[in-house]
């Protein structure tokens, strides 16, 4: 079907709108009536109503809104289901992951637990599963064994000390370390949302997170090398630290413990083989199979059997405490040595948190709020400080397990915090035999999925340049800097790529779409059509300090129209003007004395008398009476007819002041040119052949006269279509004006067409609108802004244009 008849038609009658009409038609609300004063706001906001206390206490404890409503028939078994899966995923990954955090593994179970339960009361998300997470793990680990290295805890054999290592002070400090920084991050995250600043994860897009989380992910696999091979390399912190272990990793290859080797090896080939069936059969099976949970226990059982400790030197995980640790205050000295650490938990933690938590919002149809979320996961974080937990946030794969294993509400977060409390209370102890390497083969093998994101560059390269730019930056930066300063960097760059691309956006010249009142890109679009005498300029940013004069540069440059060395020229050939008129003066007081003189002489001399001439430059020219010039003054005269530049006014004098200038250039003097130089007036030619005032005078000319060719000078209107700016600053506001005045000088009309009820506004405040600026030159639209210019300066226009051959013709003027 044809496309016009598959949208149809539509004709519309109208006047043409500016700013002003267009208030009067809409009755537009004035600034005050819109932002009330602040007192009235303050008054407002401690005004304390029951409906206002309902709303923030439900809005405080969004359990107190879907609790009353929760329906045990419908809710309950998905959810104690979705619990049971999620809870048994928690305990390998909690042991697993405290290994990453360089912490023993209870703490790791410690910190599934208490989280989840604060999560419960606070959060709004009803899918995502709150308690370990690899990266987080990770920064926690590189904060830990920076203020608590292995050579720190030596021990000492009188005087003398020991290349042993206190393993039982150095974790105890660990804990310390990681549960200040634990609680610091999420007194942070509170912090920005009872300030409202939940949007802080926005500036984490997209790619800067998935390449954080793959050059973390190779931190984590370098951090587990020296558990999976059996040595005891050390784990550097700070700058190019991933560099400095790989490099100690493998100088100690060949020192490799091979009964270690060999249990990470089998484990990560079931762990592979299994997760790979686990997901051919995924669609086949009411609920994933535990991979992680039947490895440890299978891992455990056997290690306890074959003694592999005792027969073989198999690190194993030890003793694990049964019951709960009493909850104690965090080590407030250290939060000056975590504080950056700190902050970085904090963004990365509620970046991941909140983008998952978005996700199933959308895909389930509820709302997220972005800064209760960052309550919660602060509460979360700030409360597990106190239990010697480490920093959490949602996980991907337990949360995708809840998503499919039925889980509706946060019900399904309790029930697996029930069932890590049991095991914490009850089993525990189990686990003691459990080797190391079983727990770093479960981290690596769970890494995969993050490894896979390196396809990321190639479909960034075929979409997006920057975006690609972006995640390489962020890779590099991560892996060579360590993962706070390698956030800070990415960060920074990412926000620099933000103000690269407004600095310099795409300018251009809009045309009109035949028939219709659509205005395209010229360049982009071959059927557009220029208005004749009109020039539509478009930036595709907003105009503010940064790009304010670039954006001044490309209106030069698209419309042809240098005003800055036009101005310049046009006032200088107006003072020679002055001047020359000046000299015409005296020269005729000079003249009529000299007639006079001339006269007396005559009468006293026989012979034929000498006239003498005085040109423009004031020197005298001796002529004899029968007409002869002598030959040196004749080549001056030649010379100064080929460098003559005419400045006339092709349009009379307004009322205003202005008028219509045109510059034409001499060449060589022919019989035409010499015909229409013998009707100019005294003082209508400038010579440039004579001396200027000055050298810079000088160039100026040499300059503007070698560009005149541009200066064709048929636009008698530019319209800024400003409908891609959301703001304006002082600086723009200074350039619109400048813009404004600059034209006028050189009788072209500026209008501004699509701008925001906000752009307006700042407009107001910034007095930009005056006696000769009004809103009369603001239009609705750039065809209202055409139309306008057409039926008020449509005479100066080329014949050949026919307005409705282009523009709708039923629109009404």
Known sequence: MDSRHRFGKYKVEREVLDEERLEELTQRKTYSDIHPPLTKQLKESFRCTVPKLKRSLVGSFPVLYWLPKYSVWDYGMPDLISGISVGIMHLPQGMAYALLASVPPVFGLYSSLYPALIYFFFGTSRHISIGTFTILSIMVGGVT???????????????????????????LYRVKVAAAATLLGGLIQVFLGIVKFGFVGTYLSEPLVRAYTTAAAAHAVVGQLKTIFGVSARRFSGPLSL??????????????????????????????????????????????????????????????????QNNYSVKVVGEIPSGLEPPSVPSVSLFGEVIGDAFALAVVGYAISISLGKTFALKH???VDSNQELVALGLS????????????????SRSLIQVTTGGKTQMAGLASALIVLVTILKLGALFQELPKAVLASVVFVNLKGMFKQYSDIVTLWRSNKTDLVVWLVTWVSTMLLNLDLGLAASITFALFTVIFRTQLPTYSVLGNVPGTELYVDMETHREARQIPGVTIFRSSATVYFANAELYLEALKEKSGLDISKMIIYKRRQEAKQKRREKRAERRAKRQAKREKRAQTAAINMSGPPDLFVEDEAGCCTEISMDGTITEKEEQTWSEKENGTVFVIPSSPRTVEGHCRWEYLKGGDPDCSSLGWMSELQDGDTTTLG??????????????????????????????????????????AIKLMKNIFQDFSEIDVDIYMAGCQESVVEQLERGDFFCETITKGNLFASVHDAVLYCLNNRGATSPPRYDPSASLNSSTKL
């Open 690 to 731: 004579s001396s200027s005032e000055d050298t810079l005078s000088r160039d100026l000319e040499r300059v503007s006269l070698g560009s005149l060719g541009k200066w064709t000078w048929d636009i008698h209107s530019i319209i800024l279509d400003l409908s891609t700016a959301n703001f304006t600053d002082t600086v």
């Open 365 to 367: 149809g509820y709302k």
């Open 243 to 308: 560099v400095y272990t790989l490099v100690d990793v493998c100088s100690m290859l060949p020192q490799t413990h091979l009964p270690t080797l060999v249990v990470s090896a089998v484990t990560m080939a079931l762990l592979i083989a299994a997760k790979e069936l686990n997901g051919f059969f995924s669609s086949k099976l009411p609920v994933p199979v535990p991979v992680e949970l039947l490895t440890i226990i299978a891992g455990t059982l056997i290690s306890s059997y074959a003694n592999l």
């Open 145 to 171: 064994e920076k203020l608590a290295p292995d050579e720190i805890f030596l021990k000492t054999n009188g005087t003398n000390i020991t290349a042993e290592v206190d393993i039982t002070a150095r974790d």
């Open 381 to 396: 974080n700030a409360a597990g400080g106190f239990f010697q937990c480490f920093s959490v946030c949602a996980s991907m």
